[in-house]
């Protein structure tokens, strides 16, 4: 198992990063949070998990433990998948799932691309025992403020996880007002929440 990547940041994309480790880039999934905390030349270290496919090696990159962790236990559940798995790490935080489980909220899972109503309650049943209590610290979000681009990274971390452009354009037209009253500038993760909230109200 390739336990965590470390080195300069070669390439980004909406989904991607490629970590440059001992001259060889290593392709490396992540969720648009881990991606907004990185930049290209600078150095990283991500956790890692590695999924074998029949066809396909395909490595997830984490911003810690915790996050791996997560991934992989929530992958023993019937029906969640990597990309699954990553998609409820982009909409919630490690201690946010343990807390939705622990006390069955079932609209916080059902915020999630590809989870309905009646997964939602299949997976609080078979999470219950799994993936244990919150921590009950409250973690910052993952990445850096971004002063310029965030609705470009917005939309693409959108159409990562699967919405159609349209659904992407409407959905970062409806944030782009709680962007502009942010103190600051916006952070991409806080924003791609509201706006995945946004479109589970529209379906």
């Not at 080195?7 to 001992?22: I, N, S, T």
């Not at 600078?42 to 997830?60: F, G, H, I």
């Not at 309650?121 to 971004?146: H, W």
Request: glycine share 10%; charged share 20%.
């Amino acid at each position: 198992m390739i336990a965590f990547v470390s080195g300069p940041v070669a390439a980004l994309a909406p989904d991607a990063a490629v970590v440059e480790v001992g001259g060889i880039g290593m392709a490396v999934q992540c969720t648009p949070n881990t991606l907004s905390g990185l930049r290209i030349g600078q150095q990283t270290k991500l956790a890692t998990s590695l999924v074998v496919r029949e066809d396909s090696l395909t490595l997830y990159g984490f911003a810690d433990d915790d996050e791996r962790q997560t991934f992989e236990l929530l992958q023993t559940a019937s029906g969640v998948g990597p990309r699954l798995a990553q998609a409820m790490l982009a909409v919630h935080t490690p201690d946010d799932l343990r807390r939705a489980v622990s006390t069955g909220d079932e609209k916080a899972l059902t915020a999630v691309p590809g989870i309905g109503k009646k997964g939602a309650q299949k997976l609080l049943l078979e999470l219950k025992d799994r993936l244990g209590e919150p921590l009950g610290t409250a973690r910052p979000a993952i990445g850096t403020a971004v002063t310029t681009g965030w609705r470009e990274q917005l939309h693409a971390a959108l159409i990562g996880l699967g919405y159609a452009t349209r659904e992407a354009d409407e959905a970062v037209a409806a944030v782009a007002p709680q962007a502009e009253a942010a103190e600051g500038t916006p952070q991409v993760g806080q924003l791609l929440k509201a706006a995945l909230q946004t479109l589970n109200r529209t379906r």
